[in-house]
């Protein structure tokens, strides 16, 4: 069961995990359809799933949360995915983002309202300047919605993730503080 | 004092890091002229260096790789026993006494002239990044002997990382501005990809950063 609740919109809240979460992340981490985002299946949905404190050493101070539906209002609604704020370096002022959904959660705004709340975590709280996110070139629909949330495509890493027996080219984005609307 | 030497090119080698070479990393650590990107926590002092240097130069597991850029034996003058520029400043400033292999092999060693490092490795992926600082404390130092010692160093040490470590991707960061170490890279084999718009916070502002890199299927090697 999620915790309480971190950052809220309409369409969604985002909670910390808690220790009874672990069955869902692990059960859905371990699908093929979404497990590890990029790194190791390719994504059918989101654009990449990883946990700070699993991938990322240093200066890491990111945050990992569950997205959970607001729908009918239940605040005890089951989490469909996560979004991770994580490689924060604070004397850059940057951060990286990646979210997924579970695939019969897909196609609702999900990831996209999650997606959005720690957008504006990152820069009205966090006073970042600079979030980046990244997605294989191939996944259209991760891409889409980092295009619709304003993110400008920034460049191509050649053959940077490794995704089904072969090398697979990643495209990176980014939204400055000032490019950021808000809502 | 540089350990033995791991990889050897024409005019430089790299070789290991060894606990009185602490001396010459905190000055190049500090130093505003050379002070790398990769220091994370601002100003080091001889502890914290210390500490840098047991549990991220000398750790045991994980797969980063550091190594000082030491000239080829024969292009400068063989270093004293002492290299530290305030010689009995730190442990083993002097250049204890062993005996050995090693330790003949590191007398005849010359001064370091920099420090390169191969970090961020991601597995499967087999991605990389590298980064190089040179700076000469004697001996020529014009901007040419520089870009030379990098380009060299970076050679060895992407060979290193490609052809010993099976590595795919390679990358290292420049600052847009940098014309210098963008020259030096591209003639080390590297490909800028693409620019990372104010990404790195230098001298008070936002500034570009173009990203280079070389995959293993175009490292002809040398």
């Not at chain 2, 033995?4 to 190049?28: K, N, W």
Request: proline content about 6%; aromatic content about 6%.
């Amino acid at each position: 069961m999620p915790g309480p609740v971190f950052l809220g919109g309409d369409e969604v809240t985002l909670r910390p995990v808690e220790e009874a979460d672990l069955p869902f992340l692990q059960r859905h981490r371990n699908d093929p359809a979404i497990r590890a985002g990029l790194t190791t299946a390719e994504p059918q949905n989101g654009y990449e799933a990883q946990q700070a404190h699993e991938r990322h050493t240093g200066d890491d101070s990111g945050v990992g949360l569950l997205i959970v539906p607001r729908d009918g209002g239940s605040p005890d609604a089951d989490p469909v995915g996560t979004v991770v704020l994580f490689d924060v370096d604070e004397s850059n002022g940057t951060g990286e983002l990646a979210a997924w959904v579970t695939p019969d959660e897909q196609g609702k705004g999900y990831a996209t309202a999650g997606t959005r709340l720690v957008l504006r975590h990152a820069f009205e709280e966090r006073r970042l300047h600079k979030v980046v996110a990244r997605a294989l070139v191939s996944n259209a629909p991760s891409r889409a919605i980092l295009e619709k949330l304003g993110m400008t495509e920034e460049g191509i890493q050649r053959e940077e993730k490794f995704v089904d027996g072969e090398h697979h080219d990643v495209v990176r984005y980014s939204l400055l503080r000032r490019e950021w609307g808000g809502a | 004092m540089p350990g033995p030497a791991f990889r050897r090119g024409e005019t430089v080698s790299l070789s290991t890091v060894e606990e009185d070479d602490i001396t010459f990393l905190q000055r190049l650590r500090n130093d505003p002229a050379t002070r790398t990107r990769t220091s994370a926590s601002g100003s080091e002092n001889a502890d914290e260096l210390t500490e840098w240097f047991e549990e991220d130069v000398s750790a045991l597991d994980g797969e980063d790789a550091h190594f000082l850029v030491v000239p080829t034996a024969g292009e400068n003058e063989p270093a004293e026993p002492s290299t530290s520029p305030a010689a009995g400043e730190g442990d083993g400033a002097g250049g204890t006494s062993e005996g050995g292999d090693a330790e003949s092999e590191a007398d005849r060693q010359p001064a370091p002239v920099g420090f390169v490092s191969l970090s961020g490795i991601e597995r499967p992926a087999g991605r990389g990044e590298v980064t190089c600082t040179i700076d000469p404390s004697d001996g020529d130092s014009s901007p040419e002997q520089v870009s030379s010692y990098a380009r060299e160093a970076l050679e060895l040490l992407v060979g290193y990382a490609i052809e010993e470590r099976r590595l795919h991707r390679v990358v290292a960061h420049a600052p847009a501005g940098d014309e210098a170490y963008r020259e030096v890279l591209e003639s080390a084999g590297f490909t800028a990809e693409h620019t990372q718009r104010e990404e790195w916070f230098v001298d008070g502002e936002h500034v570009d950063v173009v990203c280079h890199a070389v995959l293993a299927d175009e490292w002809g090697g040398t």
